[in-house]
Structure formats: C-alpha cells, structure tokens
C-alpha cells in the first residue's frame, strides 16, 4: 500500500477557506485516480472529490460543488483540496485516497487501494 500523508486542517470561521493537502509516499509511483472523503461525528464517511491522473478529469459531492477545488501535482504524487466558503457542515475528518490502477466506471465511485489517517476540519464561530 502507499503511504499517504494529509495536512492543511484546522479551525476556520464559516465563510473561510482551508487547503488541504495529501502527498503519497512513494515519488516513483504513479497513480490512476486521488480522491478525497470526508466524515462527521455520527455519521457515515461520504465522498468529496476526486481527480483523475492521465486527464485531470474531476468530480465533485453536490454539496461542495462550486466551493471546493480539487488539483494535483504529478511530480510530487500530491493534491489538494482547496476549500473556499465553508460551512459549519463541512466540519469532518476529511481522509485522502489512492487508487494505483484502472478502474472501470464514473470518477465518483472509484474503489481505493490506500487511505491516509485524515485531518481535522472545524468550521465553528
């Protein structure tokens, strides 16, 4: 499994932004598609966004759409997640995800390999 390391989380005001950021351990490797999820107290973790590696090809949870940015840097097997105009909602552990090879079917319901231990995010007055 790849390693992966999140970072960028914190406590933020609603309307604020946060970047997170995931890179994966191993430089050499490449990677079919990153994606991010995310999961409240009590609740089940749900996915945010993810992108593809050879097209850049993104997609994105209706809820965050239009607020949430997702990019990747190849040369450092690493993406973010930039996240504009929060909202108390989107108060989670947010987790990233590594899928190595080919899988079939839509961006959003890509099956991953590896998952990384999350970051806190509180969007709290």
């Known amino acids: 499994q790849v390693q992966l390391v999140e970072s960028g989380g914190g406590l933020v005001q609603p309307g604020g932004s946060l970047r997170l950021s995931c890179a994966a351990s191993?430089?050499?490797?490449?990677?079919?598609?990153m994606g991010w999820f995310r999961q409240a107290p009590g609740k089940e973790r749900e996915f945010v966004s993810a992108i593809r590696r050879f097209d850049g090809s993104t997609a994105y949870a209706d809820s965050v759409k239009g607020r949430f940015t997702i990019s990747k840097d190849i040369a450092e097997n690493t993406i973010y997640l930039q996240m504009n105009i929060l909202k108390p909602e989107d108060t989670a552990v947010y987790y990233c995800?590594?899928?190595?090879?080919?899988?079939?079917?839509?961006?959003?319901?890509?099956?991953?390999?590896?998952w990384g231990q999350g970051t806190q995010v509180t969007v709290s007055s």
């Open positions: 995800a590594h899928r190595k090879y080919f899988s079939p079917g839509s961006i959003a319901s890509i099956q991953y390999d590896s």
């Open positions: 191993e430089r050499t490797s490449n990677f079919y598609a």
